[in-house]
């Protein structure tokens, strides 16, 4: 019996480690749970990338634990994304909405094994600008509404394009160490202020590159038509 259970939590740890990253979220639904919501943004990014690496390495990649990745990023940036636009009141919430929707909408179709998993912006995208956007407001002094409000709207277009977006830094990095490097990132911008204006401008330029590839590979398609 032990040795069951054992072999079963074994071939489980990738999703266990999904499940993790997204439980410490109920936090921000009590009161004052909204100061936690940086270190909280960085350890769901963590688990995140953890599971799949685990499943990599440890040859567990599995149709089931794919669908739960995706099932456990839809609930978890939608309550990142709901907690934010609650926090800024009611107009700013109404514009979250459609992020959220953005969110469901590409999650639930990669659902289907048949589905691409290439095209378009990751919702772990958004979810980064975010912290990033909060971060930048603390530091500088500023409201940061209008900069989120573009970040939603530019991110439920690029979630739902039909295009790759292959251009951004997380979608540049493959290997255990590269991904590794990404969150020591976000970790950094976090704790060492120094860093973020270079961290956040790195993220944030590289997602604007990749918008203008989008376009300027349609138009050389519709060009060569």
């Known amino acids: 019996m032990n040795n069951n259970f054992s072999q079963l939590l074994y071939r489980n740890i990738p999703n266990i480690v999904s499940i993790l990253g997204v439980l410490p979220l109920t936090v921000l639904f009590h009161e004052h749970g909204f100061q936690y919501l940086i270190p909280l943004i960085i350890f769901n ?22 669908r739960l990745d995706n099932v456990c990023d839809a609930v978890s940036h939608s309550i990142f994304v709901m907690v934010i636009g609650m926090h800024y009141g009611p107009f700013f919430s109404m514009v979250s909405l459609v992020a959220i929707a953005a969110i469901l909408i590409r999650l639930v179709s990669r659902l289907d094994p048949l589905a691409s998993k290439t095209t378009g912006s990751s919702t772990n995208e958004l979810i980064r600008h975010l912290l990033f956007a909060l971060l930048l407001a603390n530091m500088f002094d500023f409201e940061p509404v209008i900069l989120m409000v573009v970040i939603f709207i530019a991110h439920a277009g690029s979630m739902l394009l039909p ?56 138009f050389t398609t519709l060009g060569s038509k």
């Open 163 to 218: 295009y790759p977006m292959p251009h951004m830094i997380r979608s540049q990095t493959k290997s255990p160490l590269t991904i590794g490097l990404v969150n020591l990132s976000l970790i950094s911008a976090w704790l060492l202020p120094i860093t973020l204006p270079i961290i956040a401008g790195s993220f944030f330029l590289t997602y604007l590159y990749a918008w203008i590839k989008v376009f300027q590979n349609r």
């Open 45 to 66: 990014n963590i688990f995140d990338d953890l599971d799949g690496i685990l499943a990599s390495k440890l040859n567990l990649k599995s149709d089931f634990g794919a």
